[in-house]
């Protein structure tokens, strides 16, 4: 190969290489630089939506800590200390050899108290417990509860709630007694609709940790029912 042929190489290799497209070179420049803006609004997005959402309050769901098994009562992380406390010597009743009657209507009676006159503890007007309700009457306590003790209960389902609200500190009873529970289930007064239940009549008395001027006593019957205990009524 001679010289003269090496430089016909070189021209020809010179003449195959395109020019570059300034245009084309911009346009790809200039999408690359929309990804780039592009990519980092939206992480800036998601971490100023990151920070929002975690600083968010987290809404309260309770938690079944223990349940009375074959009584359908349970026990949760919101009911408070003394309610715990009378849900375990319940439990422990209920759960023996045999059965003290007398102790459970007892218990049944304090327990819807504390329960009941304890609302600081209560995510909104909604939270009403009916396991100690005789099922009968159970969704009427519920309406009237949420219609007039309950009625301006503001919501605490993300703990934001300014509100004073009571909570039962103590509890006593002051007299159990023996009694029958008539039960009309018909329309009218027609006494051959009447049913008549094994119950107690139990006055108690309790006090707040605050006093808000709720009640701080009352009578409740308790009745008998497929050998389970219910509240079925409560008097002033």
């Given at each position: 190969?001679?010289?003269?042929?090496?430089?016909v190489?070189?021209i020809d290799?010179?003449?195959?290489?395109?020019?570059v497209?300034?245009?084309?070179v911009?346009t790809?420049?200039?999408?690359?630089?929309?990804?780039?803006?592009?990519?980092?609004?939206g992480?800036?997005?998601?971490?100023?939506?990151?920070?929002g959402?975690?600083?968010k309050?987290q809404?309260?769901v309770?938690?079944?800590?223990?349940?009375?098994?074959?009584?359908g009562?349970t026990?949760?992380d919101?009911?408070s200390?003394?309610?715990?406390?009378?849900?375990?010597e319940l439990?422990?009743?209920?759960?023996?050899?045999?059965?003290?009657?007398?102790?459970?209507?007892k218990?049944v009676?304090?327990?819807?108290?504390?329960?009941?006159?304890?609302?600081?503890?209560k995510?909104?007007?909604?939270?009403?417990?009916?396991?100690l309700?005789?099922p009968?009457?159970a969704?009427?306590?519920?309406?009237?509860?949420?219609?007039t003790?309950?009625?301006?209960?503001?919501?605490?389902?993300?703990?934001q709630?300014?509100?004073?609200?009571?909570?039962?500190?103590?509890?006593?009873?002051d007299?159990?007694?023996?009694?029958?529970?008539?039960?009309n289930?018909?329309?009218?007064?027609?006494?051959?609709d009447?049913?008549?239940?094994?119950?107690?009549?139990?006055e108690?008395?309790w006090?707040?940790?605050?006093?808000?001027?709720y009640?701080?006593?009352?009578?409740?019957?308790?009745?008998?029912?497929?050998?389970?205990?219910?509240v079925?009524?409560?008097?002033a």
């Amino acid at each position: 190969m001679t010289k003269d042929d090496i430089k016909v190489k070189k021209i020809d290799d010179k003449k195959k290489k395109k020019p570059v497209n300034k245009e084309v070179v911009k346009t790809i420049s200039f999408v690359l630089v929309i990804i780039a803006v592009i990519s980092i609004i939206g992480y800036l997005c998601f971490l100023v939506i990151g920070n929002g959402n975690s600083n968010k309050p987290q809404e309260t769901v309770k938690k079944n800590l223990n349940e009375i098994a074959g009584y359908g009562i349970t026990l949760d992380d919101l009911d408070s200390e003394l309610y715990k406390e009378l849900f375990t010597e319940l439990k422990k009743n209920l759960e023996g050899k045999e059965i003290d009657y007398k102790e459970y209507a007892k218990s049944v009676a304090k327990m819807y108290i504390v329960d009941l006159y304890s609302i600081n503890n209560k995510l909104n007007k909604y939270d009403i417990s009916t396991e100690l309700i005789w099922p009968t009457i159970a969704e009427n306590y519920r309406t009237q509860v949420m219609d007039t003790l309950y009625l301006y209960v503001e919501d605490n389902s993300r703990k934001q709630r300014d509100q004073n609200l009571p909570e039962v500190k103590s509890i006593e009873v002051d007299s159990i007694k023996e009694t029958k529970y008539i039960y009309n289930n018909g329309t009218d007064k027609d006494t051959k609709d009447d049913v008549t239940y094994e119950a107690y009549e139990i006055e108690l008395n309790w006090t707040y940790r605050i006093k808000y001027g709720y009640d701080t006593q009352a009578t409740i019957i308790v009745i008998k029912d497929n050998d389970k205990l219910y509240v079925a009524e409560q008097k002033a």
